[in-house]
């Protein structure tokens, strides 16, 4: 890897890691959330530092072409969080239909309370 790609390397990911940081101090993501991104992005800092650990551990693994591992690793991680994210996605539709429900049926009673009240006014 050149100097320039790993400068750019490290610099975006301190940039993402800080950026995240900075969302969470501000209150525009929560804490769970911004857990899984510093997760993602805080060991992107030593392989973009530290190109050599890549090689080596695709040595070790066996993997002849280091890029293919961070590949498959990426790809993992992408499909933990899009199943993280759709399950969490499952329980807030419920949450909501659940809500919408009780909305309505809150709804109904206080029409039915109105009515009752405007029987009473007219005797």
Known sequence: MSAAAQ????????????????LVGLR??????ALLWLVITVPLVP???FPAIVDE???????NYAPALLFSFSSLLLLGIVIHYSWELSRLE???R??????????????D???????????
């Open 113 to 123: 309370a109105e009515r009752a009240d405007d029987g009473e006014d007219e005797s």
């Open 57 to 63: 551990a695709g040595d070790f693994l066996g993997v």
């Open 94 to 96: 419920s949450r909501t």
């Open 47 to 49: 392989l973009a530092v």
């Open 28 to 33: 525009q993501l929560r804490s769970k959330y």
């Open 7 to 22: 400068i750019t390397l490290s610099a975006v990911a301190l940039g993402i890691t800080f950026w995240v940081v900075r």
């Open 98 to 111: 659940r809500l919408g429900e009780e909305i309505a049926l809150l709804n109904e009673r206080l029409n």
